[in-house]
């Protein structure tokens, strides 16, 4: 068991318990690195637009929709993954909390053809999954209003799918590429006709630290034995406020190199 199928295990859960799913939101929020570095900047983007049309290409579980839609009630929200189930629990439990400014699909990013529609579109850790991906940014293009932004998060090539060569198996299953260059990610969203406002890393020396203390370390002692669940509890109780002071240096200070890419881009 990696990571990926303990995400599907996690999501089982979630499906069969909803009321779990605002707590195991919470605990997104707080044990990934990323949803600090995505939130604040999607805070401040929608900031200065709270009535923005909004498009969560590639939703997986709703947590950045949730956190959109209960935080900016003014804004609309069209949040598409490929997969089905996930779709269709998250339209059923939205509703249930009564959150009526988000609407669920299923889309798939290649094929989209929406036009002049959105005024941010929001891809956390998407683009690392899909080979064609020039293709897509030229439809997240096609689907932004002028002056529309692009926030993307992914993994970089400095060991964002936690390889350190291109022999190396990734940890997080399913990627299409290992990770993105800050040029190569410049000239590809540049060719499909974005203006590059800024790239930042992510996941730098100390955020890298926390996500094998908070994260990989507790998934593999998982894959030895089933039993270490009972443990994780005595485990968290230590090492979590090590990984969260970590994770509060990479957030605050600037990194030089880092595992993940934050990138932000506009429709001219």
Known sequence: MRYDPIKSVLGNVVRRF????????????LLFLRAWHVK??????LTQSPAAMVYDAGSGFGQYSYHMASTFP?????AIDVKQEQIEDCRDFFSARGLKNVSFAVEDLTAITHRDRYDL?????????????????RNFYQALKKGGRLLINTPSEFGGSDT????????????????????????????AGFNVEWIRFTYGKWGM?????????????????????????????????VG?????????????????????????
């Open 18 to 29: 909803p009321l779990f799913r605002v707590i195991f939101y919470k605990l997104l929020d």
């Open 40 to 45: 604040r900047a999607v805070g401040r983007l």
């Open 74 to 78: 003014g804004i609309r929200i069209d």
């Open 121 to 137: 579109v929001l891809s956390v850790d998407v683009m690392e999954h899909i080979p064609e991906d020039e293709l897509v940014f």
């Open 164 to 191: 350190h060569g291109d022999d190396d198996q990734s940890f997080i299953e399913e990627h299409a590429r290992n990770g993105y260059g800050m040029a190569e990610m410049r000239s590809k969203l540049e060719r």
């Open 209 to 241: 630290a926390s996500w094998r203390i908070v994260i990989k370390l507790p998934i593999l002692m998982v894959n030895i034995t089933k039993l270490f669940f009972l443990l994780l509890p005595f485990y968290y109780i230590v090492a979590l406020p």
């Open 244 to 268: 969260l002071l970590l994770m509060s240096v990479d957030y605050f200070f600037e990194n030089k190199r880092g595992a993940g890419l934050l990138v932000l881009a506009v429709k001219q």
